[in-house]
């Protein structure tokens, strides 16, 4: 997964926990997700999940 930086925001992944993070003001982040690659390894052939969790920081999670 792809990592950048838009203003004052910066993404990041841990490859050992498949997390992609970016924390910050919401057309930043925007920014970012729309910018963000998947690339599949060449000949992958295994399934995978992708899986989403928003806050922002006083409500519960918003997850799917």
Do not use: R
């Amino acid at each position: 997964i792809s990592v950048a930086t838009s203003n004052n925001v910066t993404s990041a992944f841990n490859a050992t926990t498949g997390v992609w993070t970016a924390s910050g003001l919401g057309p930043d982040v925007n920014t970012l997700l729309a910018d963000t690659q998947f690339a599949i390894t060449e000949n992958y052939d295994q399934d995978f999940t992708i899986a989403t969790s928003v806050t922002d920081g006083d409500a519960t999670a918003i997850t799917g």
